[in-house]
């Protein structure tokens, strides 16, 4: 513990304005932080609470027709073990159901669930929406991993219930949801136009040819963008890995002055569409070079990269896809937003907002 034993009147003085500032840097610091956190991070619908449960595994369970009448009833957050189910481990799932508010028809959508042990897969009305960790034979926990979702807004339904079902395999000790904010977010100050989040293809390692429209990707696997690649099956990989994704833009998008916002990328990255690169953040190393890439902070930015005239296809396939370099850590397109703003629109958010917040 640090003694202040100020001699004089002008120590004593500059000790209170010291302590009239740290006073000011506790205080005001958190209080910016949570007007922040209100502005651009919105809980839209509470899902906490009693939810239906199963032990078991059948995948008939993720069908939003499902007759779950029967299932015990149980509470979101919280270990089954504390809830009748002491001592299992293994595979269980949960449903739930919410309805889509006037507000949420504005917004880019994510399903929070908090944290789960150890490891999940998300649906929507039967639709896949994300997942984390590795399920049996080859298993690996995602327990630390935060699950937010992004929720396309084709696999919605508007006029009635939409249907959640959470497959949950958990190894050891607490299992299930256990801790969190659970509900539907909207976490970003811009809605683009088309969004493009949700499920992409994902490869490690590095081949020029991955840029191109026509190359063959089916055999690629799974990843949801926005989100981490180490809790989406590559676990400590650092290094090169390419994104895509194929996408029809409506027509009335197509003509458009349009700029692409893709979020936050870890490290670095270079972006194509239809073959030709519309930008890059960060100097990607080449495989010969054993050092590491030394262009700043770009990780910490929200990529936006104009789009030429003509690039994008009008009532047929285009394709994006996304070279990234990754260091250490988290690696991958890991925050939002993800899509197509119109320009007009771009230019709006920034003079309300500053910058597209991620």
């Not at 009305?125 to 590795?134: P, Q, V």
């Not at 079902?165 to 811009?190: K, M």
């Not at 390692?205 to 981490?228: A, F, M, Q, R, S």
Request: charged share 25%; proline share 5%; net charge positive.
């Amino acid at each position: 513990m640090i003694n202040f034993k100020p001699r004089t009147n002008c120590c004593m003085t500059v000790l209170k304005n010291y302590i009239s500032r740290l006073f000011l840097v506790i205080f005001l610091i958190p209080l910016s932080q949570a007007a922040t956190a209100r502005e651009y991070r919105d809980l839209l619908q509470r899902l906490d609470g009693g939810w239906k449960f199963s032990i078991g595994d059948n995948r008939e369970w993720a069908k939003p027709d499902f007759d779950d009448s029967a299932w015990e009833n149980i509470k979101v957050p919280s270990a089954w073990e504390d809830q009748g189910f002491y001592g299992y481990d293994g595979y269980a799932w949960y449903r739930n159901t919410f309805v889509v508010t006037r507000e949420m028809k504005t917004k880019d959508l994510y399903l929070s669930l908090g944290y789960i042990d150890d490891v999940d897969q998300v649906y929507i009305n039967g639709k896949l929406i994300g997942f984390s960790g590795s399920f049996p034979p080859a298993f690996s926990t995602a327990t630390d991993a935060r699950r937010k979702y992004p929720i396309p807004e084709e696999y919605l339904n508007f006029s009635g219930k939409n249907v959640i079902a959470v497959r949950v395999y958990n190894h050891q000790l607490a299992g299930g949801i256990i801790s969190g904010e659970i509900g539907i977010v909207s976490n970003y100050n811009v809605k683009p136009d088309f969004s493009i989040f949700g499920l992409w293809l994902i490869r490690s390692g590095d081949n020029k040819l991955w840029k191109e429209p026509n190359y063959k990707d089916k055999l690629w696997h799974k990843i949801v963008v926005p989100g981490n690649w180490e809790n989406q099956g590559y676990k400590d990989y650092d290094g090169v890995a390419w994104y895509r994704r194929h996408f029809i833009l409506p027509d009335e998008l197509t003509p458009q002055k349009m700029v692409l916002v893709i979020g936050k990328i870890e490290n670095y990255d270079e972006v194509y569409i239809n073959g030709v690169l519309i930008g890059a953040s960060g100097k990607i190393p080449s495989p010969k070079s054993k050092g590491k890439s030394k262009s700043g902070e770009d990780y910490r930015k929200a990529r936006v990269y104009s789009i030429p005239e003509n690039l994008l296809h009008s009532s047929r396939e285009n394709t994006i896809a996304i070279k990234v370099y990754n260091a250490r850590n988290r690696g991958g397109i890991v925050e939002g937003p993800i899509g197509f703003v119109k320009l007009a629109n771009y230019n709006r958010y920034f003079r309300e907002f500053g910058e597209i917040e991620p």
